[in-house]
């Protein structure tokens, strides 16, 4: 089946400082979705693609559906201790199902105060 | 306010015992879905229902049962066969036809097994 791989699995950042995270498949995909897991909580989405080359904003997030259908990327600036919590990209399945979501295994972010 | 809650938040249960755990939405979504997550495993998908009265197994059904009988309800009973069955469980749903808005997420239950 589809997967997507996500990077990094992890990261310590200094309050302030930007990230950077990336997802790819060697699948094409025509939708892309960043969430946001708080921790204890549901993931809520935060930023959805669909057309590729696609830059799009939410406040300080920033998402980029790349050229090729392959991958994305999903930029923080300006990080503060509240963007803590696990970020997944996914994009819907393609062929079979039409009902499911594929996810990355997502990206733990901690930013020390 | 639409939205789907799932319930308990915390869940207590001695090992040998089924546990079902609540799922509601009222988004009007035909489609629902049953996700485990373990720490550093991502989201496993455990059951999936797209119309009531049918539901498919997912990754990791085993030890797990559905029920679909409501559009607005999907409960997952824990059985006594699953053999790990301690983690943190997240209900979603989405529109039927179109995943491009995503699914939508309860807050989840963590289930402790002592």
């Known amino acids: 089946g589809q997967q997507l791989n996500q990077s990094p699995q992890s990261m310590f950042i200094q309050e302030g400082e930007d990230v950077s995270m990336n997802c790819t498949s060697s699948s094409i995909f025509n939708t892309w979705l960043w969430y946001k897991q708080d921790p204890g909580e549901g993931p809520v989405l935060l930023i959805a693609?669909?057309?590729?080359?696609e830059l799009t904003s939410n406040g300080r997030l920033t998402a980029q559906f790349g050229i090729t259908r392959k991958d994305s990327f999903l930029n923080i600036s300006a990080s503060i201790p509240s963007d803590v919590g696990i970020y997944f990209c996914a994009g819907p399945n393609s062929g079979g199902s039409n009902y499911k979501l594929t996810f990355g295994k997502g990206t733990l972010l901690t930013v020390n105060p | 306010d639409g939205g789907i809650t799932q319930s308990p938040k915390y869940l207590f249960r001695k090992e040998g015992q089924n546990v079902t755990l609540s799922c509601e939405q009222n988004?009007?979504?035909?489609?629902m879905y049953w996700y485990r997550q373990d720490p550093g495993q991502g989201l496993r998908l455990i059951y999936y229902s797209q119309i009531v009265n049918d539901f498919q197994k997912g990754d990791i059904a085993e030890g797990y049962s559905v029920s679909r009988e409501k559009k607005e309800s999907f409960p997952l009973t824990v059985t006594s066969a699953q053999k790990n069955p301690t983690a943190f469980y997240l209900c979603a749903s989405s529109t039927q036809g179109s995943l491009n808005y995503g699914y939508t997420f309860g807050s989840g239950t963590r289930l402790t097994v002592v």
């Open positions: 693609l669909y057309k590729a080359g």
């Open positions: 988004l009007n979504h035909d489609a």
